[in-house]
């Protein structure tokens, strides 16, 4: 089943560890649709059906995908840092790199939204721009596969381990304030 924005996922603000890998699965629809839109169309004019999931990656990226950044660098990461744990550590060290990723990611995201923008509005994109815009989504696609990698597979296990329920609840009260949704009135991302 096609992932949608908005759709219901399979975790609430109560299980916010669970919801930030629920984003991850979005994250790796919306670049699919990307990807494999850019690559059929290939720069030239695009059908109704092709549109429509440029479109709807771009809304992702543009909305969803920047606030589950900040749930990670403004929620998660911050807890872990203070954590006197000493699985923290392990963490610690790899949230320098996925703090990077997150900003290498955005400068990609960015690019990739203007191409594709551009793309839409003229009906066609130029060869030289095709190929800049499909060198972008393939290091998004290498660069999210590593960084999912990490945080579905270590980080978030760890986090699990090391913080407290009350700092479970923290987390997924400020996701759901991201969301200006009452945490335990509603679940989604």
Not at 38 to 48: E, H, V
Not at 165 to 178: F, K, N, T, Y
Request: glycine share 4%; hydrophobic share 40%; aromatic share 4%.
């Amino acid at each position: 089943m096609p992932l949608k924005i908005g759709q219901r996922p399979d975790h609430g603000f109560d299980e916010p560890l669970g919801l930030l890998s629920d984003c991850h699965r979005r994250i790796e629809h919306f670049l699919s649709l990307l990807t494999v839109t850019t690559d059929r169309a290939d720069g030239g004019t695009l059908s109704d059906g092709e549109r429509t999931p440029l479109e709807a990656a771009l809304t992702y990226f543009a909305t969803a995908a920047p606030r589950q950044t900040a749930d990670e660098e403004e929620s998660l990461f911050p807890r872990m840092e203070a954590s006197l744990d000493r699985d923290a550590t392990t963490a610690l060290n790899m949230i320098v790199r996925l703090e990077s990723d997150h900003d290498e990611a955005n400068r990609l995201h960015e690019a990739v939204d203007r191409l594709v923008r551009l793309w839409l509005a003229n009906g066609s994109l130029a060869d030289s721009l095709m190929r800049r815009l499909q060198r972008h989504l393939a290091r998004l696609n290498t660069l999210y596969a590593a960084h999912i990698a990490i945080e579905d597979r270590e980080v978030f296990p760890v986090a699990a381990r090391i913080l407290s329920p009350s700092d479970i609840h923290e987390i997924g009260r400020e996701m759901a304030a991201r969301r200006s949704i009452r945490a335990h009135a509603s679940r989604g991302i």
